[in-house]
């Protein structure tokens, strides 16, 4: 079974993803971690991707496409694949069809993690770490027991991402509206893709999930 995630930064896509990947033996495909490992492979096409990068400009979608064609080539049968931060356009959605069908494969479903962006934005900006051990915590849903100390390490310093601020997230979210409006209508119109309340809680999601890789939900 081989799947797109949509949603903004901050939905919940990764956490979603890698439990698909434990739960059923997927494989997560995303584009910057597939671009980022291929560079530093020594390959031809990783040499040509750190040509590009180097010079600072955007990757073509033809090395792209290579790339995905190359990484679903490499996957076992029984394997999915879960596509995450591609496509962003019509003609690489056109692209995939492509690319999957040449490895056998079809795309089965889309799912979109729909949410509030005002209640994401409170969700993203509230987030820290522990700087010691990574424990994560929210100014507003979970804070330390003790103020100031980790509930696990019992460390007494945190920080928090220097991009998880309003202005940073609502460009982000803007930008993720503009790249896939182009390509919900191509999927809605084929009738795979199903929208899930990205708000809800991650079993809840994750649940939501399922029941659409199952087929015991109704799609959108």
Same mark, same amino acid.
């Given at each position: 079974?081989?799947?797109?995630?949509?949603?903004?930064?901050?939905?919940?896509?990764?956490?979603?993803?890698?439990?698909?990947?434990?739960?059923?033996?997927?494989?997560?495909?995303?584009?910057? $971690? !597939?671009?980022?490992?291929? +560079?530093? =492979? &020594? *390959?031809?096409?990783?040499?040509?991707?750190?040509?590009?990068?180097?010079?600072?400009?955007?990757?073509?979608?033809?090395?792209?496409?290579?790339?995905?064609?190359?990484?679903?080539?490499?996957?076992?049968?029984?394997?999915?694949?879960?596509?995450?931060?591609?496509?962003?356009?019509?003609?690489?959605?056109?692209?995939?069809?492509?690319?999957?069908?040449?490895?056998?494969?079809?795309?089965?479903?889309?799912?979109?993690?729909?949410?509030?962006?005002?209640?994401?934005?409170?969700?993203?900006?509230?987030?820290?770490?522990?700087?010691?051990?990574?424990?994560?915590?929210? $100014? !507003?849903?979970?804070?330390? +027991?003790? =103020? &100031? *100390?980790?509930?696990?390490?019992?460390?007494?310093?945190?920080?928090?991402?220097?991009?998880?601020?309003?202005?940073?997230?609502?460009?982000?979210?803007?930008?993720?509206?503009?790249?896939?409006?182009?390509?919900?209508?191509?999927?809605?119109?084929?009738?795979?893709?199903?929208?899930?309340?990205?708000?809800?809680?991650?079993?809840?999601?994750?649940?939501?999930?399922?029941?659409?890789?199952?087929?015991?939900?109704?799609?959108?």
């Amino acid at each position: 079974m081989n799947i797109i995630l949509l949603g903004p930064p901050g939905a919940g896509k990764g956490t979603q993803a890698e439990r698909l990947v434990a739960s059923r033996g997927m494989v997560q495909m995303s584009t910057g $971690d !597939m671009l980022r490992a291929e +560079k530093n =492979a &020594g *390959t031809e096409l990783g040499d040509r991707i750190k040509a590009v990068m180097d010079a600072g400009e955007l990757v073509s979608d033809e090395i792209v496409s290579a790339l995905i064609d190359n990484c679903l080539a490499a996957l076992k049968p029984e394997q999915g694949a879960i596509f995450d931060g591609y496509p962003r356009t019509a003609a690489q959605a056109g692209t995939l069809d492509e690319i999957l069908g040449n490895n056998g494969r079809r795309l089965d479903h889309v799912i979109e993690l729909h949410v509030d962006e005002d209640k994401l934005v409170t969700r993203i900006v509230g987030r820290y770490t522990c700087a010691t051990c990574g424990a994560g915590y929210h $100014d !507003m849903f979970k804070q330390p +027991k003790v =103020a &100031g *100390t980790c509930d696990v390490c019992g460390g007494h310093e945190f920080k928090r991402r220097a991009d998880d601020n309003e202005q940073t997230v609502r460009t982000r979210m803007a930008e993720y509206r503009a790249k896939t409006a182009p390509v919900i209508p191509i999927y809605e119109a084929r009738g795979i893709l199903t929208r899930i309340d990205g708000m809800a809680d991650i079993d809840t999601v994750s649940a939501a999930i399922a029941a659409v890789l199952d087929g015991t939900q109704t799609k959108a």
